[in-house]
Every structure is written in structure tokens, then in C-alpha cells.
């Protein structure tokens, strides 16, 4: 099974890309976002990379990445490592707005409740791994197809801490412990999940869309490569 297929840039390979072009008139049409939020030269369609890591970290299986400018100013910047947040698209407007937030804290006059608890303190939970932090961000419907939104964010190396975090949710999710075992190596159980408690360490990168055909098609492909290894 091949599942390091690599990526789509650019507007003429995008636009044949039915996916990248249902992600982008999902954001316009559903998200309802300004266009002017983008850059659009950055965009690309990652394929089906399950294990391919560069420095950014983790599994990409066939989403779009959508760059936002308001983290335009480190998007060479190598130090600030590369992280994802998974949400519900209902969130998305709000953290656009005021950034990820620490439950307790408020985006203008919203209070941020916790929506997964906070285990390991109020802080804002990321992950190294993209398939992690798509665990968090709920299955939408639109038309005949399953949309979720996961941030990708620039964070301080130094603001995060690394928490063991596989175990509850990946359990309950997708029945296994050990899905860091599609980075051979390259990834721990214990770098499943970031916390930190500085949000002007947190600053959004891109928005990434997803589609399925249906709610449970991509993780069974990740059960039967996790079986395989």
C-alpha cells in the first residue's frame, strides 16, 4: 500500500483536485470566511502521507492546506515548531478572531469552556501529530460529504510541554494505543499530545479541511496500515 504520496501546489494542479475545490467553497460557503484571510499562493493538497514527516510532523492524509496571514511572519521561521489543533467548525470565526484561548479565559465576551476536559491543567492541547488532533475535530455534513477543520500552529519549543496521551483517546477512538508506530519511529506515545500555557506562544499557521466520503473511511485505512506494521 502506498501512503507517502507527497503533495499538490500550485492554482492549476489545485483546481483539478475536486477535493482542495469543495475545501475551498466549504470555507467560502459554510465557514462564511473572507477571502482576505489567505494566502492563497501558499495552498497545497497533501496526499496520502501517513508517515512523512519533514520537520512539521506527522500524518497528512488528503487535506487541504489553506495559509493564513496572520502567521505569514513565521512561515520560514524554523524554529517555532509545527503543531495541530483539531475544533469543531462552529469554533473556527472565534479563534480566527482572538486566537486559541486557555479555557477560563474569555474571546471577547465568550467564557472558553474546556470541550475534552483539561487533564494536564487549563492550557491549550496540541499535537505533533495531525491524525491526533483530527480526533478532536467533529465530522461535519455538508451536501453528500464529512468535512472536519484542524489548525495547523507555529509554537515556541520551549512553551510546550509533552504529555502521554494516546492511550484514552486513540483507545476509545480507534481501538489502539500505538498509532505512533506509523512514524517508525520518528514519533513517541508520549509526543501525542502538547500542552501550553502561554497563548502568545500559539500562533495559527493554516487551516487544513478534510472530506469524506463517509464518517469512518479514513480511520479504518489507518487501523489496517497499524495492523500491518
Known amino acids: 500500500m502506498t501512503y507517502n504520496e507527497g503533495y499538490l501546489y500550485g492554482a492549476g494542479a489545485l483546481g483539478r483536485e475536486s477535493d482542495y475545490t469543495i475545501s475551498h467553497k466549504f470555507i467560502k460557503e459554510y465557514l462564511q470566511l473572507d477571502e482576505s484571510l489567505f494566502s492563497y499562493q501558499d495552498n497545497c493538497y497533501y496526499l496520502s502521507n ?46 480566527l478572531k ?25 492550557g491549550i492541547y496540541t499535537s505533533k501529530v495531525p491524525l491526533y488532533s483530527q480526533l478532536y475535530a467533529p465530522m461535519t455534513k455538508w451536501g453528500d460529504k464529512y468535512f472536519q477543520t484542524i489548525f495547523i500552529v507555529r509554537q515556541k519549543p520551549n512553551s510546550i510541554d509533552a504529555q502521554e496521551g494516546e492511550g484514552s483517546y486513540t483507545k476509545c477512538m480507534l481501538n489502539h494505543t500505538d498509532i505512533h508506530k506509523l512514524y517508525k519511529g520518528k514519533i513517541s506515545s508520549d509526543e501525542m499530545q502538547y500542552v501550553c500555557f502561554d497563548e502568545s506562544s500559539c500562533v495559527l499557521h493554516a487551516l487544513l479541511i478534510k472530506v469524506h466520503d463517509n464518517c469512518d473511511e479514513e480511520y479504518q485505512k489507518i487501523i489496517n496500515i497499524v495492523n500491518s506494521i
Open 50 to 95: 501517513y508517515c512523512h514527516l519533514e520537520n512539521r510532523g506527522g500524518h497528512r492524509s488528503k487535506c487541504s492546506k489553506f495559509v493564513l496571514k496572520q502567521g505569514y511572519h513565521l512561515f520560514y521561521n524554523y524554529e517555532w515548531t509545527y503543531s495541530y489543533h483539531g475544533t469543531d467548525p462552529k469554533n473556527i470565526k472565534s479563534i
Open 98 to 122: 482572538y486566537g486559541l484561548k486557555k479555557s477560563g479565559t474569555f474571546a471577547g465576551n465568550n467564557k472558553i469552556e474546556s470541550a475534552h476536559g483539561s487533564a494536564y491543567g487549563c
